[in-house]
Structures are given as structure tokens and as C-alpha cells.
């Protein structure tokens, strides 16, 4: 085949999926010439699974993609059928949005941005090879023989890479959704030297809304005044879709239990990791017998179709089974099924052979996010991309990397997981994985982060001007209330009682008084006169601030504490297999994870307190260099 030079550009995204959309509009706006190849244009931002956004720990790194100047939270709240704020009854630290996506207008909407933006060029094409010089990426060539070089490349295949569509004991080669899988490229970086490993994922079938009788299941409405994702949406859409709740019974179970042996999740054939906690139904019959029934969401996939997501239900059983299985469930005994449901099997790289940035050890100049990397959900891929695409970019202008502290962001803490400790399957992220998660909260994301995205130029002056206004205000109705004394008088005593709370016996402070669990801010403005009026998102930050100062200044100190680690960096020449003393174990996975410090060190599985001791002594013994 004859290779014909096709263009240069500063930085090449290879898919556009979540992570890929978010790699192309990063470079693009942050002013990188970057060229976006897909293997089909009609599936830019495509959602192959369930047409939601958000979710515990999900839901935040929307958030904080949009903090940072991402697409993601806008995208939804421009196309969203449902909006709902979840763990409304717990502390601010698990609370988290979800919307349900219109799933076709959610693609369209992001390829139109894309195609609308100066520095980006969308095109389609299927990559076999990297264009690899003395180590080092500077390009790509596509199946038809069309040579693109670039000073970057960051790669985004997802569930792509050599995938393989399952039902029952049907096996073929294909992407999500039955698109053209990527074959040549697994296998070159094969050849390059990365290590893969197979993974598995799956969805659920689709059926027919107006075969379902609805009055047999429970609605689950969206919120009646609904939240954004974004920090610049002005305007809600108020005309909500509903979803519905119904549940598998004995029958349902029983029909599974009888057809174990036709499914390839207890079949000698399956080959791929499925993700823990987003397992098959076959899976939580088997692991969760015990149960007599799991909950299973019917939830619809758009405004302008049929189509309704069977959430709960992801199979790859056959397809007699999957219509029998789908018929035991109240309000679905006459549905009509309209996709069947597959798993799907792909090539993942080994996470530990990234840098924090993103960037290959192996290779110089590329980069890889999203599901290669080996995580699930479309937020995890979005915030990778986001993340490669800034770092490619400032690799290019000859810049620091940008890498997210796990203190500072969600983002933070799935690249360093990945990237530290690797992952053995599917990895999704959960709030249980961050030690700051009191700081990493859904209300905060942009006191967090705006500052970032503005210094790197993704964030807009009238948004950044915005964002000083209302971090001043935060602070201006914080002081206020730290600075002003409640006295107790008749009508102050009268409000207390008749919020069950404790009468005055001396004067209070405003700030102390909104420490007491029975009061919020509202209640306190009752209390002492508004000064002048703040927004809810103001009230919300002063709330939270004040009322959990105690452990959001524990966690600070915690941080701390770890950055004095963080700032003690392992020098690059360092030689594990000199420092006398270290075990085995840690000097092999030292050697292979490459950790800039010793808190990253210390974060690596198989690297004990003992051997953290050893290295510090090591490197302040000052034979070697003592920075990078």
C-alpha cells in the first residue's frame, strides 16, 4: 500500500468518543492545530450504553470537567430528558447529579461543537500505525494509507481495540454497536512493546416504550426544579421525561439459573475482565442468590424514539433467552425487544506504563485516555481525555504537565489510581476511592479548579471574572455571619423553639448558631437580617463551609501532611536494585511504576511502610541527585 502525507498538525486525536471529544477540544481551544480522526462520524460522543451522565463520584467529575473548561456538563444540560440530584439526604460529600441524556441529541449536539471550532479538523479514518521515530510519536497512518504527523498524538480507541460482540455462543469481530472494530492498531502497539490485556463490558437489551404497561411499575420522576451540570448553563429544560422502576422475580431467576451453561460469563470461551460494579445480571443471580429480587430501570433513550434502556439487565445470554428473561418482568409480559443485549470484549493497555500526565513511558509524544486505559463509565473517559489533551498541548508549547493532586480533584484521584496501582479489571470510579472526598465535593468543583482552567486558557475572562465575583461574595457572607452576635431576644427565642433547637442563654454568634444540625442558612437569615440578597449557590458554600469546618480543616491538615511527601521527589536515575534493604516485591513494582515521589510511592500495592523508610534514607543520604 502506498503511504501518501496527508498533513501536519500540532496534536492528532485518534477517536471521538467521551475521552476523545474532550482530548480534541481541549488541544483546539487551548490554540494546538489538532486533527480528530474517527472511524465513523455518526458516532462522535456516541453513548453504546446506558444514555446517562453522572452518578456518585461521576457526577462530580462532570463537574469538575466543566470547572477546568470541559464539554461534557454543558453537552448534557443542553440535552438532557431527566435531571435529578441523588443522596439528597445525606452530607454534602455523597451528594451527586444524574441526568438521563437524549441519546442522539447528545452526540449531534457535541459534533456540531466540535465541527464549529477554529483549530479542530474532524475527519474520518481508521488508524493502523504510529509513526515512531527514535522512540518518539510523531504520527499516524490510517488504513488507506494517508500519513498524518504531529508533535503529539493521544489515543482514544475505547471498546474498539480488536473488540468483540458477544450473545450467547456467537462471537464475531465488531466495535459497540456493531461498528467496525479496530484490528492493526492493537497490534502494533503490540509489536512497540505495550503490554495489553482483554477486558469485558456489556449492555442491556432495548425494547419498545409502548409495548410496556407502565401502571405495573413505579415512576421516578426528575427533579422539579433541576440542578446543572455546567457552571455557565443559564437555562434549565423544564419538560422532563420520566423513568420507571419494576424488579426480577423467582421466575426471572429461575429462567437464568436454567440457561447458565449458554452464557458466555460461565463458559470456557470468555477471555475478558467484566467490571465488578457493573456486573451482568447472570452475575448478580449467581453472586446474590440469596436476593429474591433485583431493581431493574426502564429508562428512555431519547425524546424522539421508542427505544428504552433496560438498566439493570446488562446480559449477553441468547437472544429466546433474553425475550423470555425481559417477559417475567412486571409490566414487560408483552414487550417487544428492539436490540438485543452483548457483552463486548477489547484491549485495554496496562495503566502503569502511563506517566500521571498521561503520557506512555514507552513511547515519547503519545498519549492514551479512556477506556484503553482500562476504566468504565463515560465521566472516567471524559476526564482522561480532558486531562490528555491539555498535557499534550502544553507538552507541545514546552510546558510543565498539568496533573491533578487526589485533594484536588476526582480527576485526581482515577489517574493516579491508574496510573499507581494499575487495575485488574474494569476500573469505575466511587467515592470510597478518595481519602479527601469531604473536599471533592459536587458544590465546589469550581472553587477548585476554575483558577486551573483559566491559567491554561480554557476558561474565558468573563467566566473567570464571574467566578471571582462569587468566591468574593462567599467570603463577604461568611465574614458577615462570623462578625455578627444573636441576641437573645423574645422573637430570637420564639424562631429557636419553633425550630426544636435550643433557646439562647447568652448572645451568639451567627456563624456558631449555623453550626447547630437542626438549622440551615435560611433559617439563620430569619434570624439575622440579609444585608443584602445572595443566590442559592452562595448560601450553599457559606452552609457547608461553616457547618463542616471542623472536618474539612482535618482534611486540609491530612493534605498537608501528604504534600510534604509529594514534594520529596525521587530523582529519575535512581537505581532501585542498589538500595540495600528494600524487598523484592517493592523493588520490582518501584521499578515498573517509576513514581516522581515518595507519596506516590507510597501509594503503590506491594510497597510497605519499611520500604518507604529505606528510600527516603537513601535519597537524603545524597548519592544520587536529589531532584528530577
Known sequence: MQIYDAGHYDVIVVGAGHAGVEAGLASGRMGAKTLMLTINLDMVAFMPCNPSVGGPAKGVVVREIDALGGEMGR????????MRMLNTGKGPAVRALRAQSDKWDYQHEMKHTIEKEDHITLRQGLVDRLVIEDGICSGVITSTGLKYTAQAVVLTTGTFSRGEIIVGDLRYSSGPNNQQPSIKLSEHLEELGFELRRFKTGTPPRVKSSTINYSKTEEQPGDKDPRAFSYE???????????????TNSETHDIIQANLSRSPMFMATKKGTGARYCPSIEDKIVRFNDKPRHQIFLEPEGRNT???YVQGLSTSLPEDVQEKMLRTLPGLENVEMMRTGYAIEYDAIMPSQLWPSLETKLVSGLFTAGQINGTSGYEEAAGQGLMAGINACLKIQEKEPLILGRDRAYIGVLIDDLVTKGTEEPYRLLTSRSEYRLLLRHDNADLRLTEIGYKIGL????????FMAKRKQIADEKQRLETTRVKPTEQVQKILRDLGTAELKDGILAADLLRRPELTYDKIIEIVSRETFVDWEIAEQVEIQIKYEGYIEKSYQQVEKMKRMENKKIPENIDYDAIFGLATEAVEKLKKIQPLSIAQASRISGVNPADISILLVYIEQGKIAKVR
Open 233 to 247: 448553563t443559564t437555562s434549565m429544560i423544564l419538560s422532563q421525561l420520566p423513568c420507571w422502576l419494576t424488579y
Open 75 to 82: 453537552n448534557t444540560d443542553k440535552t438532557y430528558v431527566q
Open 459 to 466: 476558561i474565558s475572562e468573563e467566566r473567570y471574572q464571574r
Open 306 to 308: 421508542e427505544e428504552v
